[in-house]
């Protein structure tokens, strides 16, 4: 089943896609159907194609994204693979500003002069999850959605420059803040449609250029490893989110960055492509 969110005339409401149309079920984003709060009847049905879809979840509790998770983005970078005996995710979070619908509009901010992209699929705790094993991870997600973790690797913060590594590090870190930085969309689908979330092919496009091809067969973590894992160091609530890693062709590796009028769009098979415009601050 696939549920998104939409702006109706300046109500936010929800529903479920029922072939070229959306059956409305309740008002506000999918936080309550995510974590199984409500029992909604049907309200009414409109075609698909009138809706101004937003993010189906528009306050997420935590943004939980991995770094290095697929192996040919580990060498694009300059890095060694990683050992997979010996590999433990590697974690970080985003702010909830950074959630933004799709066709909304993403400004490059003028702190940062190499704005890049990065197609993810998105997962989406449906349950609550602390300490879960490997095996009981998958039971504890509600469903997947597309995402793009778009990330600022400058930071034009107007002084000098101390040139420790733990600066090199933080400037890193702080480059994946920015507003508008996780496009995430364009609807949620349910984990029982997607089964097996390893085998789904992602790509991404800037001005209709191939710019990233992979598949989430090439993750170092799978998706059940990175539940597990984040549940030993925090607490998984519903409506919580993990951005699982990108595969390779991002823009920092040609010195390729996003500008002003450019169009992005990513997409992991079967759960929709996000166009993201980018605009001027």
Do not use: C
């Not at 590697?90 to 702010?95: A, D, H, I, N, S």
């Amino acid at each position: 089943m696939k549920w998104l969110a939409f702006d109706d005339h300046g109500t936010l409401r929800h529903g479920r896609i029922d072939g070229d149309e959306v059956v409305i079920t309740g008002d506000g984003d999918l936080t309550e159907v995510v974590a199984g709060a409500v029992d909604e009847p049907e309200r009414a049905r409109v075609p698909l194609a009138d809706l101004r879809i937003v993010a189906p979840l528009r306050a997420p509790g935590k943004v939980i994204a991995v770094a290095a998770n697929y192996q040919a983005h580990v060498e694009e970078s300059g890095a060694n693979a990683r050992d997979v005996r010996t590999a433990s995710p590697r974690l970080f979070l985003k702010p909830d500003t950074s959630i933004v619908g799709p066709d909304a509009p993403v400004a490059v901010d003028p702190i940062t002069r190499e704005f890049d992209w990065e197609v993810e699929l998105a997962v989406v705790i449906g349950r609550t999850a602390k300490r879960v094993t490997e095996d009981a991870a998958l039971d504890h997600v509600f469903g997947y959605a597309t995402s793009n973790d778009l990330s600022a690797r400058s930071l034009d913060l107007g002084s000098e420059r101390d040139g420790e590594a733990w600066t090199g590090f933080f400037d890193w870190l702080e480059g994946k803040w920015l507003d508008g930085s996780a496009p995430f969309g364009p609807w949620i689908v349910t984990a029982d449609e997607v089964g097996d979330p390893q085998v789904l092919p992602l790509s991404l496009y800037v001005n209709g250029d191939l710019k990233q091809s992979g598949t989430t067969a090439d993750m170092v973590h799978s998706v059940a490893e990175l539940v597990s894992f984040s549940s030993r160091l925090m607490t998984l609530n519903p409506g919580d989110i993990i951005l699982t890693g990108t595969p390779a062709g991002v823009g920092a590796t040609t010195g390729t960055f996003l500008n002003p009028g450019d169009t992005v769009v990513a997409e992991v098979q079967g759960l929709g492509s996000l166009t993201t415009p980018i605009v001027a601050a």
